[in-house]
């Protein structure tokens, strides 16, 4: 037997032959979304999210997760996090982060001289945002990258993308346990011993 | 009375507690109904309760050519009425006769006895011989022509048992300009800068949002009023403005080929008979301009409605009034079918053949919904069609079905859809496609024109025009009728202001309003339950509520018509196709109650009818 098939019966009774049973329980349906709309507080059933009207904030309507205009993040002094591992232009594939590090002078990390992002360029794909080991650059600013006149402006440097940015208090380095220790013991997919 | 709120639904609880004023009148209400038990009295009326009669109408009014006026003696009192006396009085009784002979006999309480009036114009040619008393050094009123007739006056007396009731006669022969072409004029602005174009304006916008809120959608919204800083939304109203710009500054193309003449005469030719058929649309009943304040009885408003004293809220009294309709009707024909062939363009010419021959076929079908009407009522005069309805019965009451066919037929008339083979928006084309700018838009306009005149068409003719149920000239037949009108409407806009308040916070004011002058006729109400008020009103009051009646009963049935139009073919889905929608809708995830396929309901029976027909 096959699955999904349904059979319907085409005979006409007299309700399909008077035709207004059927017109008038489709003119309460469209009647019922009409009022509705109209009468209920907010927009009833309308989903459309009104996007540009001033008193509509879209970032309500973002997820979490979408990935925006890169920020980079500064420390409890106000320096910026990124010690210029290069990490995040290594990953990149669009090559559009450019990083010139220099010495922090605090004998221990070094810090980027310049850090620029060419927004023309970058494909929003965020591997910078995974690849980056010290919480540094994020892409939760939930703004889309404006139109600009000038190619030049769209190149963001270390001070316009730290405008965007804010306090990060992850432990510098990575405070994570060791793995081994938190990682289960045994783990249940391998109990199975084929011998 | 608050404890019982604990039990409602939370929502509608917060709704009722929002309505203080709503509050207040049921407690007012509920502390009056037991006066109301007590209340045997009649209430109040002009007539003065010696006299135990009157007559109507109260006064008499002739022109030259004026037919013999019916004056009835009503018997207002418990006792019988004996007549023994009716005589002409007044300086000119000698120009005027009683033709009935009855004007002696007994009238039995509540029963009313007729005799007629007529003027004897001849004798009141001039050059007149009145020597009317002149004060010292007053102005001798000027000679009349030969031609002329001179102002006459008597009265008309009755007298019984002892009382005696009279009616004041006047005769004059009015200036055509003042009394014919000022007022018709008059009325015309009125009704069509005043009521029709604006509507239809206002149509071309409800469309949109009315089918945006029946499908979901937001709808026009932007287009805004702008005073400085401030800008006024209203719910996208203003868009029809921005319409009207966009379409006076677009291009005014004409092609190439086309008959240059006809081809810009072609949408006044559709324009203008959707105008001109207004000419027999009555709007109210008769205003009397003298008598403003008075309270009036059927008859007096009769006298003034043929331009004695007053004039018909109707353009045009025609005794063939639905004849001229059909006339006007098929002249529209010419838009449709000139626009197709000056356009030079073969699309455009299938279209305007389709728009023709459906306008003319469905001429017959709206001829023949309308017969049944005309033999319940005896007449083809719009007015008189609507004072018939008032002292029987409404047409939707006599007449159901003709209702329904003639919607049926009103909406193939207009070319909308689901009739609109004409123009197909989506699929085919019609016969204005190479039509742009303002010259589309005429079309567009007289489309809903047209839409209104259906609407005004059925309220005339199956829901009694202006009239309100239980209401005449003088006002409600009974208190409790003026209640229940007060009620009803204080409720509805009660209803509508709080859905606005709650709506938006632009519509706080609209709302608030609506709410308080709700409030208002539920507080009228309530004075009528305790003084019995409403069965005897001033003429302008009876008018102004007649005049709005008429205009909600056209509204209304616009959005209906809208209604029907965006339920039976929604945009751009093609009406006649998919699966038959009482199966479909029992294996949609939301139980079909998303608009296309329910609303496409008719639409796909009619599919499967017309497969298994093939």
Excluded at chain 2, 151 to 174: C, H
Excluded at chain 2, 387 to 398: C, E, K, N, P, T
Aim: include cysteine.
């Amino acid at each position: 037997m096959t699955i999904g098939v349904k059979k319907v019966s085409l005979t006409r009774t007299t309700r399909d032959q008077i035709f207004l049973p059927a017109i008038l329980e489709g003119l309460l349906t469209t009647a019922r979304h009409f009022f509705k709309n109209t009468l209920t507080p907010g927009m009833g059933d309308i989903d459309t999210i009104r996007y540009g009207e001033p008193e509509v904030d879209v970032k309500d309507y973002y997820p979490d997760r979408f990935r925006g205009v890169h920020r980079l993040m500064y420390r409890e002094d106000g320096s910026v996090r990124c010690v210029a591992c290069m990490c995040c232009s290594t990953v990149c594939p669009a090559r559009c982060i450019y990083i010139h590090a220099e010495d922090r002078r605090d004998d221990q990390e070094k810090a980027p001289a310049s850090f620029v992002i060419d927004e023309l360029k970058c494909v929003v794909c965020g591997f910078c945002v995974e690849a980056c080991p010290c919480d540094a650059i994020r892409m939760d600013t939930k703004e889309h990258m404006v139109p600009t006149e000038t190619r030049e402006e769209a190149v963001l440097g270390k001070i316009d993308l730290m405008k965007r940015g804010g306090p990060s208090v992850a432990v510098q380095g990575g405070a994570a346990p060791n793995y081994r220790e938190v990682a289960p013991k045994r783990d249940p997919r391998f109990e199975h011993d084929p011998q | 009375m608050f404890n019982a709120l604990v039990s409602l639904p939370p929502r509608l609880a917060a709704t009722l507690r929002r309505l203080p004023v709503a509050w207040v009148w049921l407690a007012v209400v509920s502390l009056m109904l037991p006066a109301t038990a007590c209340d045997g009295e009649d209430p109040p009326s002009s007539v003065d309760a010696g006299a135990q009669m009157h007559l109507e109408p109260a006064r008499l009014v002739f022109h030259p050519d004026t037919a013999p006026i019916a004056v009835d003696i009503v018997n207002d009192g418990k006792d019988p009425l004996f007549i023994n006396n009716a005589r002409l009085e007044g300086p000119d009784w000698s120009s005027f006769q009683i033709t009935d002979a009855r004007t002696s006999g007994i009238i039995a309480p509540g029963e009313r006895a007729t005799v007629h009036i007529e003027v004897d114009a001849a004798s009141l040619k001039g050059p007149g011989d009145a020597r009317p008393i002149v004060a010292a050094g007053a102005e001798p009123p000027e000679p009349i022509g030969p031609d002329e007739y001179r102002v006459g006056e008597a009265s008309l007396r009755f007298s019984a048992n002892g009382a005696e009731v009279s009616a004041p006669i006047v005769f004059e022969d009015p200036p055509w300009f003042g009394q014919y072409f000022l007022p018709a004029l008059l009325k015309i602005l009125a009704l069509v800068m005043g009521f029709i174009m604006p509507l239809a304006s206002l149509l071309t916008w409800l469309e949109r949002k009315q089918s945006a809120m029946m499908q979901d959608r937001l709808g026009p919204n932007m287009a805004a009023l702008g005073f400085g800083k401030v800008k006024l939304r209203l719910w996208g109203i203003p868009h029809f403005i921005a319409d009207g710009v966009k379409m006076l500054f677009k291009e005014d193309f004409i092609p190439k080929y086309a008959h240059r003449a006809l081809y810009s005469l072609a949408p006044l030719f559709a324009f203008a008979p959707a105008l001109v058929v207004f000419a027999i649309m009555p709007f109210g009943d008769a205003v009397c301009y003298d008598h403003l304040g008075d309270v009036l009885s059927q008859a007096d408003v009769d006298q003034c409605a043929d331009g004695r004293g007053g004039t018909a809220l109707q353009i045009a009294h025609i005794d063939v009034g639905l004849l001229y309709y059909f006339a006007i009707a098929s002249l529209a024909t010419y838009g449709t079918a000139l626009a197709g062939w000056s356009s030079y363009n073969k699309w455009a010419i299938l279209g305007s053949l389709r728009a023709s021959a459906q306008m003319i076929s469905y001429e017959v079908a709206i001829g023949l919904t309308i017969v049944g009407a005309l033999l319940v009522y005896g007449t083809l005069e719009p007015h008189a069609l609507v004072r018939a309805q008032m002292d029987s019965y409404w047409g939707i009451v006599l007449q159901p079905v003709g209702l329904i066919l003639f919607m049926t037929a009103g909406i193939a008339e207009t070319k909308r859809a689901p009739f609109d083979l004409p123009e197909g928006e989506s699929e085919i084309i019609g016969y204005f496609i190479e039509y742009s700018g303002m010259r589309f838009g005429l079309f567009f306009l007289a489309e809903f024109i047209e839409v209104i005149f259906m609407s005004a068409m059925v309220a005339t003719l199956f829901l009694g025009g202006w009239s309100v149920p239980f209401m005449g000239a003088h006002g409600f037949e009974t208190a409790w009728a003026a209640q229940l009108f007060l009620t009803m409407l204080g409720l509805g806009l009660t209803v509508i202001g709080v859905g606005a308040w709650r709506a938006s916070k632009h519509g706080e004011t609209f709302g608030v309003l609506l709410v308080t002058v709700g409030s208002l006729h539920l507080f009228g109400a309530a004075y009528s339950l305790f003084t019995g008020w409403g069965t005897a009103l001033p003429h302008i009051l009876v008018i102004a509520i007649g005049l709005l009646t008429w205009g909600a009963k056209v509204f209304i049935l616009c959005w209906v018509q809208l209604l029907i139009r965006w339920t039976l073919r929604p945009a751009d889905e093609p009406g006649l196709e998919g699966p038959a929608s009482a199966v479909d809708r029992q294996h949609r995830p939301d139980g079909g109650d998303r608009v296309p396929h329910a609303a496409r309901g008719a639409a796909s029976h009619l599919a499967r009818f017309m497969e298994l027909r093939r």
